[in-house]
């Protein structure tokens, strides 16, 4: 979506920023976090017309985690393209294009439409991104914008190949009917398709919206009446379907938005794949008509709730969710429709005016409205367990997939208990690694048993233990939570019974294992 596309929110903590965000945030509810479950919980962030740094991508990431959902979207191509591959040479129709000489074109297509003092993320600050997300357990759904919504990519498109490639002058769309455009789009488009396929990701939205809406603004149905006048709406249709297949071909699973699917209810120009996830924001305005939420999904699309009522768009203050509003979110209720099963829910922060923010004010701006809009969404029980067995260690948390536990040596004796085993434990889910705070049962040999036992974590300094004191033992096996993962212990202590006895009088005790005794005239 382009200035029509609303607005989202941006992140809560700044790993690293300044104490003001933090305190910020910490005064933030969360809600709980469901990684495994197939409802997709979105916050998505418009980091192409603008640019964000690393370490403020992974700042909206520990927000949008905290608040609740299950997965970030990145828009890196959107208007500007501001993430860049290490090896981006390109082959179109027989010519190969050099890396760095696409990297140029496309940092001058980026300069031209906003010029920061940073302007594209390297591949080696993208890798960091999405190792981060893993670790968080966060899903990162890559957002790649064409046919329009592409200004930078059309620009390098141009000036490469020598070849008009926008549809009828516009700064932002490719002519789908013209043959170089589509080729060079698509072999972009692919690198990053590859790339992401690598990294794990399980999503990867095309865009797909707004077609040349710059140049056809006042145009019955826009862009997308202007090609159906021309009999042209067939040509998007069969571009958007290779791309879906590209998508699936990576072992992803195509997203769109939705006003150029069956644009008008028109479904005579060809199918459209059914494989992609619609975002649905929009049921259209004055003359521009998208099919309704209703009519696609009888079509047989999953719909995402990407209600454009609730964006916020940096600098358009009328266009900006607030709080009080985000709150009364209904994941049911679409634009013009009513959805009964959607398969999720996005909050989109848009950046139609890349400098009227800075990346503190954002934060600052949007934190409880993205908190909020991520409290009405369904707080789905999806802890699962995981055993290994070779150790017969159980581990209970959200989303889990997989456990690995090595019985492993910490010394003796640790906080002044005797140790009764230690355990290395990497727990994954789908999104990657799992860290954060689980249940965790352990067997417990038969020795043990008659002393007081407690779980829990070796902290990095190799000595200090966090215990849960409500550890219990039942049918032989250990219960207690870990805080979060890395080395568990289990320790022993001797247990004690205090007695009160009447002076002169006899009273008979039992008592499991060593007996030690002082006594207190008390």
């Known amino acids: 979506m382009i200035q029509e596309e609303k607005p989202l929110k941006a992140g809560k903590k700044l790993l690293a920023l300044l104490l003001t965000v933090c305190m910020l945030l910490c005064m933030l509810p969360t809600v709980a976090f469901a990684s495994g479950s197939d409802y997709l919980k979105i916050a998505m962030l418009d980091s192409g017309r603008k640019y964000f740094s690393a370490d403020w991508v992974k700042a909206f990431l520990y927000e949008a985690k905290a608040d609740g959902y299950t997965h970030v979207m990145l828009a890196v191509g959107n208007d500007g393209m501001r993430f860049l591959l290490d090896d981006m040479s390109l082959t179109v129709n027989g010519t190969t294009y050099e890396s760095d000489a696409v990297k140029s074109a496309i940092h001058a297509g980026n300069e031209a439409y906003y010029n920061f003092a940073v302007d594209e993320l390297t591949q080696s600050e993208m890798d960091a991104v999405l190792a981060y997300a893993k670790e968080k357990g966060m899903g990162v759904i890559p957002m790649l914008n064409t046919p329009g919504h592409m200004d930078a990519i059309l620009a390098a498109a141009t000036s490469l190949t020598g070849t008009n490639c926008a549809y009828s002058g516009s700064a932002r769309t490719i002519d789908v009917t013209n043959s170089t455009a589509v080729a060079f789009t698509q072999a972009f488009v692919q690198k990053y398709v590859d790339y992401f396929a690598s990294k794990g990701c399980k999503y990867f939205n095309m865009g797909a919206d707004e077609y040349a809406n710059d140049k056809y603004l006042n145009y019955t ?49 060809g199918t459209v794949s059914d494989k992609i996830v619609v975002c649905y924001w929009s049921s259209g305005w004055g003359t521009y008509s998208p099919a309704s939420a209703s009519y696609l999904k009888e079509k047989g699309f999953k719909l995402v709730n990407t209600h454009g009522d609730y964006y916020w768009v940096l600098g358009k203050p009328d266009a900006q969710c607030s709080a009080s509003k985000a709150k009364d979110f209904d994941i049911k209720s679409f634009p013009g429709s009513t959805i009964n099963d ?17 990346e503190a004010s954002v934060i600052s701006k949007t934190a409880d409205t993205i908190a909020a809009f991520g409290a009405t969404l369904p707080k789905i029980d999806d802890n699962k367990t995981v055993s290994d067995k070779t150790t017969g260690v159980s581990v209970t948390a959200p989303g889990l997939t997989g456990i690995k536990a090595e019985q492993t040596k910490v010394g003796e004796e640790l906080d002044g208990k005797k140790v009764a085993g230690a355990w290395n434990i990497e727990l994954t889910t789908e999104n990657g690694s799992y860290t954060d705070s689980a249940t965790v049962s352990i067997p ?73 005794s002082a006594y207190t005239d008390d």
């Open 342 to 358: 959607p398969s999720g829910a996005m909050f989109c922060i848009w950046a139609d005016f890349p400098g009227a923010e800075t």
């Open 444 to 516: 417990v040999g038969e020795e043990w048993l008659s002393y007081k036992l407690t779980g829990g974590v070796l902290e990095s300094d190799g000595t200090t233990v966090t215990s849960d004191p409500n550890s219990k033992v039942e049918n032989g096996v250990l219960t207690f939570t870990a805080k979060h993962f890395s080395t568990v212990v289990v320790l022993a202590e001797e247990k004690q019974k205090e007695i009160t006895v009447t002076v002169g009088g006899t009273e008979p005790i039992t008592v499991d294992g060593e007996v030690s």
């Open 221 to 269: 149905g826009m862009g997308f009446g202007k090609l159906l006048d021309d009999g042209n709406y067939g040509d998007y249709i069969t571009y958007i379907n290779t791309l879906a297949n590209m998508i699936d071909a990576a072992g992803m699973t195509p997203m769109a938005f939705n006003d150029g699917i069956y644009y008008g209810k028109n479904d005579g120009y």
